[in-house]
T-cell receptor, first 116, second 112 residues
């Protein structure tokens, strides 16, 4: 399978605990995105990387959230001191950005977080 | 502020008929627009896109129309099939943006 993979698919945690999600993008893709989706809403942009550089972070991303892409390959998204409002589907996507590209993103199946 | 809007949360269509999903946007700087389809428990998958310099793009049963003056686009599915039942997201991006912005989605049900 050469698509975007995310792990874990589901995570249930207690409020105040830390959680970490991993994303493995399509290998030749240089851009990696994290989005969050809640019920009845579309994916909301959180942050993205061009290779290993984190180029933009949304205002939605509080100081409790941190993302890394240490070698320009896989990425991790960590949420510290989770709150019930963090419950959502966390989606990872990758793309190959070339001049004239049309923004097609390839999404993983998502990591669903439930904070009790 | 919601830059990409889909004002119809849901739509039901009979199998074989046309499905029309609508999308409005507020930012004239977008360079391209996309439609994604999402089944439950799966990530969104790309369906079709259109550049801002075009007014129509067709791919099999799927056609996207863009009206820049009205800041409106629509996705036509003809003929609709039960397997088309999913949530459809309108999205937009551009060279001035490094991210794709999604609308809230429209849930399409195609009734056999």
């Amino acid at each position: 399978d050469t698509g975007v993979s995310q792990d874990p698919r589901h995570k249930i945690t207690k409020r105040g605990q830390n959680v970490t999600f991993r994303c493995d993008p399509i290998s030749e893709h240089n851009r990696l995105y994290w989005y969050r989706q809640t019920l009845g809403q579309g994916p909301e942009f959180l942050t993205y990387f061009q290779n290993e550089a984190q180029l933009e972070k949304s205002r939605l991303l509080s100081d409790r959230f941190s993302a890394e892409r240490p070698k320009g390959s896989f990425s991790t998204l960590e949420i510290q001191r989770t709150e019930q409002g963090d419950s959502a589907m966390y989606l990872c996507a990758s793309s190959l950005e070339l001049a004239g590209s049309t923004g097609e993103l390839f999404f993983g199946e998502g990591s669903r977080l439930t904070v009790l | 502020d919601q830059q990409v809007k889909q004002n119809s949360p849901s739509l039901s269509v009979q199998e074989g008929r046309i499905s029309i999903l609508n999308c409005d946007y507020t930012n004239s700087m977008f360079d391209y627009f996309l439609w994604y389809k999402k089944y439950p428990a799966e990530g969104p998958t790309f369906l079709i896109s259109i550049s801002s310099i075009k007014d129509k793009n067709e791919d099999g049963r799927f056609t996207v129309f863009l009206n820049k003056s009205a800041k409106h686009l629509s996705l036509h599915i003809v003929p609709s099939q039960p397997g088309d039942s999913a949530v459809y997201f309108c999205a937009a991006g551009g060279t001035s943006y490094d991210k794709v912005i999604f609308g809230p989605g429209t849930s399409l049900s195609v009734i056999p």
